[in-house]
């Protein structure tokens, strides 16, 4: 089983990179970019967030949280089920925690195949969603922690990564 260590950050932004890119440009029509690696600590946000969450567990174990304000989260659930956001927001916050819940289950699997792929077999958990504002998540202190901020449309997308071997 391969250590911890042997996990690059570079490893782990290429493939976040290439998940993020991939499932925006697929699902949203919409090209992602990296604006920040490692951007420090998550920015205080003032607006509505829409976060899903994934998990992975086996020789490397973490989460995946993927934060989206809740405007541009309404917008992704309307392109990707073919509705206005009249009609998102008509149909609730259930459709949006969906379509989001979706989104960050295929960005976490895409990551997840290249983790399998570098040595680091692993399952992804069920999705799950977090809503609010002015809210923390703190890894423990033996997982390493990877910030990515990314450009969508005008839109601030941020992915946080916290990894831990399998032990």
Do not use: W
């Amino acid at each position: 089983m391969p250590a911890l260590e042997q996990i690059s950050e570079s490893l782990i932004r290429e493939n976040i990179i290439r998940a993020v890119s991939n499932v925006f440009k697929t699902m949203l029509a919409r090209p992602a970019s990296m604006h920040e690696a490692n951007g420090g600590p998550l920015p205080k946000v003032t607006t509505p967030q829409v976060v899903g969450t994934v998990g992975f567990v086996g020789d490397a174990s973490g989460l995946i949280y993927l934060y989206l304000d809740e405007t541009f989260a309404t917008q992704c659930t309307g392109h990707v089920l073919g509705m206005s956001d009249f009609e998102v927001r008509a149909a609730g916050e259930e459709v949006v925690n969906d379509a989001i819940g979706e989104l960050t289950n295929m960005v976490a699997g895409s990551f997840k195949s290249a983790l399998c792929d570098a040595g680091y077999p692993c399952k992804l958990a069920i999705p799950s969603i977090l809503r609010g504002r002015n809210f923390c998540v703190e890894p423990m202190s033996s997982a390493q922690r990877q910030i990515y901020h990314f450009e969508c449309g005008g839109h601030r997308v941020i992915t946080d990564i916290i990894i831990k071997s399998g032990d």
